[in-house]
């Protein structure tokens, strides 16, 4: 009886040892997908255009700028984008060109999500094209298209150029009289009050 006792027990301890073992590889496997998940949800949330998000082609030299903080311009005035893709409005992020890695602030960033696009420079007299934001943003944007939806037989991007003011409480006002198509697209310089339209959509 007691040689049988023995065994049992010698059984049960073998039995909870592979039952720890396996507990902590699985925490092991746990504690690396979480920390991998975790690592991709801050690339994700970055706005520096570098892969593995970004659609955007070779980056502006304005793109890699970094201003760092509101002091000290010389420069700032605003335009608004306002992005279409088959009739769905695309909302632009509220942290554009904010906290990159190794940058707080780059001259071209948004800080809501109205599409109000901040140009902000520390000399005068600094030209900055559309591209630069997209580029900052991290998204492809020229004649071809916008992001992933590229012009095709049956899809076409169309670009719309207009002025914008404000009312009393902050709202842009636009009059739909003075929009123009234009074809700028990328290379087009932002200028104060500027309203610009793009339009991802099929052709009629």
């Given at each position: ?5 023995s ?21 092991f496997?746990l ?9 991709l ?14 659609t955007?082609d ?9 201003i ?10 605003h335009?608004v ?21 190794g940058c707080?602030m ?45 012009i095709?037989d049956?899809h ?6 207009n ?27 932002l200028?104060n009050?500027?309203?610009?339209e793009?339009v ?5």
């Amino acid at each position: 009886m007691e040689r049988r006792c023995s065994r049992i027990i010698n059984f049960k301890h073998v039995n909870l040892l592979s039952v720890t073992a396996m507990n902590k590889e699985s925490m092991f496997w746990l504690v690396v997908t979480m920390t991998a998940l975790a690592a991709l949800a801050y690339l994700l949330g970055q706005s520096d255009g570098n892969p593995p998000f970004s659609t955007a082609d070779d980056r502006h030299a304005l793109a890699k700028d970094c201003i760092d903080s509101h002091s000290g311009l010389a420069d700032h005035y605003h335009a608004v984008v306002v992005i279409s893709v088959l009739g769905e409005q695309v909302e632009i992020p509220g942290n554009v060109g904010l906290n990159d890695p190794g940058c707080t602030m780059r001259p071209l960033h948004t800080h809501d999500t109205s599409g109000k696009i901040h140009i902000e420079f520390k000399e005068e007299g600094v030209e900055a094209p559309l591209e630069a934001f997209f580029d900052t943003w991290g998204k492809h944007m020229d004649s071809s298209g916008f992001d992933d939806h590229r012009i095709d037989d049956n899809h076409e991007f169309l670009m719309y150029l207009n002025t914008y003011s404000q009312d009393g409480n902050g709202n842009v006002v636009v009059d739909p009289n003075t929009r123009e198509q234009v074809y700028d697209f990328e290379d087009l310089i932002l200028e104060n009050e500027q309203y610009i339209e793009l339009v991802y959509r099929e052709i009629a």
